[in-house]
Structure formats: C-alpha cells, structure tokens
C-alpha cells in the first residue's frame, strides 16, 4: 500500500504543480505550440468529465471521484478482496503502481473540482481533446491494469 500512496502523492503534487503553472503563463484558449500542429500547450477549464462530455455537472463528477477515490483506498487496505473479487495480488507491483496512478489522477482532478468548479487542462496534441496530467495518470493506471487482466495479471485455475 505504501507503493500507491507514495505514486499519488507525487501524481497530485506534479498534477497541481503543472495546472498552476498552466494557469498563470498561459492565456485561456491560447495556444503555444511546442512542436507545431503536433503538440501545443493550450489552456481550458473543463466544467464536464473525460474529453468535455457532461458540461455542468460539478456535484455529480465531485460525488462520482469521491466515491472512485474511497473504492481505491478499500481495495489498498483489504488485500484479501482484491484477490477474492479482482484475482489481483496486492502485493503486485504493477496493481500497486496502477492504483497509485488512478488513485493521484482522480486526488488531483478532484481538487481543481473542489476549488474552481472545473478542471484545468493544457496538454493539447492537436488531434485529441485537450487533458492535464492528472488524466494521463488515470489512462496509463487503467491501461496497466487491463494489460495485466488480459495478459498473465492473474493465476489459472487447473
């Protein structure tokens, strides 16, 4: 368990970092390309979830990622249901990591929830809804998770 909080620390720290320094050096819908048509730093304030679906549903998305956030940590503290239920070890590094990425994604969205109504996002690969750090973390912690269901996470029963 230390592993994934130590992993969402960081993730909220670098996120709420990242977003500050977005929030003051660049101008809202503004772009700054970093490599041109390919990646530019973009300022936006989501009011809505992944990808802007869902506009204006703040108490909604605040409830849904203070639910996600306390499904995580009862799975970090009960080792023997995320064996029983997901087949998972908790042991496993790579469970460990995941949970930390997701678990520090949804601390640091949340946050900017709590304290603007929105969140910020600023990375903007041109071809790709704007996102932050924060969502990275979330995707990579969801993709390791799925590679390790589909792909040896877990022991077959002979």
């Known amino acids: 368990m230390l592993i994934s909080i130590l992993i969402s620390f960081l ?3 670098s996120d709420q970092v990242t977003k500050y320094l977005a929030d003051k050096f660049l101008a809202p819908l503004e772009s700054l390309p970093i490599l041109k048509g390919i990646f530019h730093l973009t300022l936006t ?3 809505g979830a992944a990808f802007s679906i869902l506009q204006g549903g703040a108490i909604f998305f605040v409830i849904v990622s203070i639910l996600c956030i306390g499904a995580i940590i009862f799975m970090l503290s009960r080792p023997r249901f995320l064996k029983s239920m997901l087949g998972f070890e908790a042991a496993d590094k790579i469970i460990q990591v995941s949970l930390g990425l997701i678990l ?6 949340l946050l900017d929830r709590l304290r603007f109504g929105y969140v910020i ?3 903007d690969f ?3 809804p704007v996102f932050n750090m924060a969502d990275s973390c979330i995707t990579i912690g969801a993709i390791l ?3 390790k269901m589909f792909f040896g996470g877990r022991k077959k029963e002979k």
């Open 11 to 13: 993730v909220v720290v």
């Open 104 to 109: 520090g994604g949804a601390c640091g969205n």
């Open 145 to 147: 998770i799925g590679w």
């Open 121 to 123: 996002d600023f990375l």
């Open 126 to 128: 041109q071809v790709w």
């Open 45 to 47: 304030h989501n009011k």
